[in-house]
């Protein structure tokens, strides 16, 4: 059963840092790109972060603009978890974060975790 379990959401202050988790089980973990999307209250679903599968190379990675050298986001193979460091955390970062696994048209979502930040 494929699971995607994410944790570490909560509320944070303006300026604060944030770690989110993704626990992923029920699938090879190492061929399918990890992302993480979010979706702000009232606003569709967007790309936050991706990296890439690690079977053919390293790792590469790619961000949207807007959290462009705030967050970073990584994976450890071993233990099948991927992570966002979310720094310098701003109001317009608040949002529901979801994991997100993929291969090719196959695509796996976790249940998302609130991300809350008050000024």
């Known amino acids: 059963q494929v699971q995607l379990v994410e944790s570490g959401g909560g509320l944070e202050h303006t300026g604060g840092s944030r770690i989110l988790s993704c626990a992923a089980s029920?699938?090879?973990?190492?061929?399918?790109?990890m992302s993480w999307y979010r979706r702000p209250p009232g606003k569709e679903r967007e790309l936050v972060a991706t990296?890439?599968?690690?079977?053919?190379?390293?790792?590469?990675?790619v961000y949207a603009d807007s959290v462009k050298g705030r967050f970073t986001v990584s994976r450890d193979d071993a233990k099948r978890m991927v992570y966002l460091q979310m720094n310098n955390l701003q109001v317009d970062d608040t949002a529901v974060y979801y994991c997100?696994?993929?291969?090719?048209?196959?695509?796996?979502w976790g249940q998302g975790t609130q991300v809350t930040v008050s000024s």
């Open positions: 997100h696994a993929r291969l090719f048209s196959l695509q796996h």
């Open positions: 029920g699938f090879a973990f190492n061929v399918y790109d």
């Open positions: 990296i890439s599968r690690t079977d053919k190379g390293p790792a590469t990675t």
